[in-house]
Nanobody, 125 residues
Framework: QVQLVESGGGLVQAGGSLRLSCAAS????????MGWFRQAPGKEREFVAA????????YYTDSVKGRFTITRDNVQNTMYLQMNSLKPEDTAVYYC??????????????????WGQGTQVTVSS
């Protein structure tokens, strides 16, 4: 099992930027694909972005393509989500997650077996 701790959330105006971090400990971080999900009030948790163990492959949900960038540092055991041009509809609790995949990327919630506690992102209009 890997322990995940998110940070970097906050309140920002529309058009602004935030960078989320996810610090990992425990299970070897660098072996597995990782991802970011979000959950808005009254809605189901949804996929945002994923990255392969090496960082060579990334995948984004359509609504954030061109605005969000997922990266990872396997030396620092940390994953990041750079969020630019934020919109009010990006408001949600953001969760980082670790999968059991050692190859490729996935957007399936069921493939992720470790979760952080979440960090709130609020975008005002």
């Amino acid at each position: 099992q890997v322990q995940l701790v998110e940070s970097g959330g906050g309140l920002v105006q529309a058009g602004g930027s935030l960078r989320l971090s996810c610090a990992a400990s425990g299970r070897t971080f660098s072996r597995y694909a990782m991802g970011w999900f979000r959950q808005a009030p009254g809605k189901e948790r949804e996929f945002v972005a994923a990255i392969s163990w090496s960082g060579d492959s990334t995948y984004y949900t359509d609504s954030v393509k061109g605005r969000f960038t997922i990266t990872r540092d396997n030396v620092q055991n940390t994953m990041y989500l750079q969020m630019n041009s934020l919109k009010p509809e990006d408001t949600a609790v953001y969760y980082c997650a670790a999968s059991g995949l050692t190859m490729g990327v996935t957007d399936r919630l069921a493939d992720f077996n470790s979760w952080g506690q979440g960090t709130q992102v609020t975008v005002s209009s």
